[in-house]
């Protein structure tokens, strides 16, 4: 079992499924190319462990997930997926061009013990855009034509886990149920936040979606759970400013565009609360004539970039002393080569100096790809929007479904 806040949530290791026909839902929704074809295969290839652990046991496995919404261009099948899928998993996943039809359910029922097969689509069934309470979701449709067909599920699919669609929330409630080797990383990394001998804790906030971080921030104040937060990007830009700071006109115009300065309030009283929020010395900046420089934040002529070298050099003494480095969102625009060197400091200063790293996958996770780094040491997450929730301070509808299931 894995605890994390009130909830205590099974593992494969307590499930231990074997010689039995399981369910396992997976997240391996991936970016697609114009004309349809799968444009990086991370996401695949990082649920190899679970469906190994279960052929392992002799199970037969089927599996679900979903890719893209109606309407875009990236709602597409499975098919290419199931082959890549294969390729890593060195056998054929069987790939059904269905979901709950009659086709689908004799498949499954065909299905021999070290055997793997792979449902199509599940957001072509159109109840699984629809979001209930657990209980609910078992009477779906999509559940109750499924379920009597397994004698186990496994939720692997983390990055999902803030949706209580019928197939992450419906099936723990009517078969034994258990967290998958993906999903148990995910809530073993993200449980540290609350163990108090994991401290001191930092946290290094930056990048554009200050609406959200502004929300983590207040949850992380709230419940007492970060130590030091360190803030770069448009977020960094919002605090200096609550705190009084000009940073010149273009940059208060681009925050004024984007919206930013309506936080400026709810800034403030974070920062009035006593709040452990740093913000840069000095930053990167792009000046009219196309250089690039550094200037102190108290006299900012240039368009803000990135952080600046004493503030990299600041915050790296921090990260240092950490026992646990939560990174999400870049320091600086990291599209551009030239200020990238803020985020990849930072992240150097958390593998080397932090005792734990999490890394809140997107930009940060990308920059990460081609550091040497020791895995029992560094989490990086699957999780977008599921990341952000539980940082916001919301419950995972996953995670709630898997701790009231069905135990055996």
Avoid at 45 to 60: D, F, G, Y
Avoid at 113 to 132: Q, W
Avoid at 219 to 245: M, P, Q, S, W
Wanted: hydrophobic share 40%; net charge neutral.
């Amino acid at each position: 079992m894995i605890r994390i806040e009130d909830l205590e949530i099974p593992t494969l290791d307590d499930l231990n499924p074997k010689d039995e026909k399981v369910l396992l839902r997976v997240d391996i929704n991936s970016p697609v190319s114009d004309d349809g074809h799968i444009l990086d295969d991370s996401r695949i290839k990082a649920h190899i462990p679970t469906v190994k652990a279960l052929l392992e046991n002799n199970n037969a496995v089927v599996i679900i997930s979903h890719q893209g919404r109606p309407g875009d261009k990236d709602f597409i099948q499975l098919e290419e997926h199931s082959k890549i899928m294969s390729k890593y998993l060195g056998q054929e996943i069987q790939f059904v061009e269905d979901v709950v039809g009659p086709y689908a359910q004799q498949k499954i029922k065909e299905l021999k013990k070290g055997e793997v097969l792979m449902l199509d689509n599940v957001r072509f069934i159109s109840e699984e855009l629809i979001e209930a309470p657990p209980h609910q979701q078992a009477k779906s449709f999509l559940v109750r034509r499924l379920y009597p067909l397994f004698n186990a599920y496994i939720n692997d699919a983390f990055a999902t886990a803030h949706r209580s669609q019928p197939s992450i929330v419906g099936f723990p409630i009517v078969l034994p149920s258990a967290a998958g080797k993906v999903m148990e990383r995910e809530i073993s990394a993200l449980s540290k936040l609350f163990n108090p001998e994991d401290s001191p804790k930092i946290f290094v906030l930056g990048g554009g979606k200050v609406h959200d971080t502004v929300k983590i921030i207040e949850n992380l104040v709230k419940k007492r759970l970060a130590d030091r937060i360190l803030t770069g990007g448009l977020v960094a830009e919002l605090f200096a400013v609550a705190k009084g700071i000009n940073l010149g006109e273009k940059n208060m115009r681009i925050l004024e565009s984007l919206g930013i300065l309506s936080l400026v309030p709810r800034a403030r009283k974070l920062l009035l609360s006593g709040a452990p929020i740093e913000i840069p010395v000095d930053f990167k900046v792009l000046k009219d004539n196309g250089e690039v420089a550094e200037e102190s934040a108290i006299n900012v002529k240039g368009i803000i970039r990135d952080i600046g070298k004493t503030t990299i050099e600041i915050y790296s003494s921090f990260i240092k002393e950490a026992k646990v480095t939560i990174l999400r969102g870049p320091m600086g625009v990291i599209e551009d080569e030239r200020f990238r060197e803020g985020s990849k400091q930072l992240l150097k200063a958390s593998i080397e100096g932090s005792q734990f790293t999490i890394v809140g996958g997107g930009h940060m996770g990308s920059m990460i790809s081609d550091m040497k780094i020791d895995e029992g040491k560094v989490h990086i997450s699957t999780g977008g929007g599921a990341l952000l929730l539980f940082l916001s301070g919301e419950r995972l509808p996953a995670l709630e479904a898997l701790s009231m299931g069905v135990r055996r």
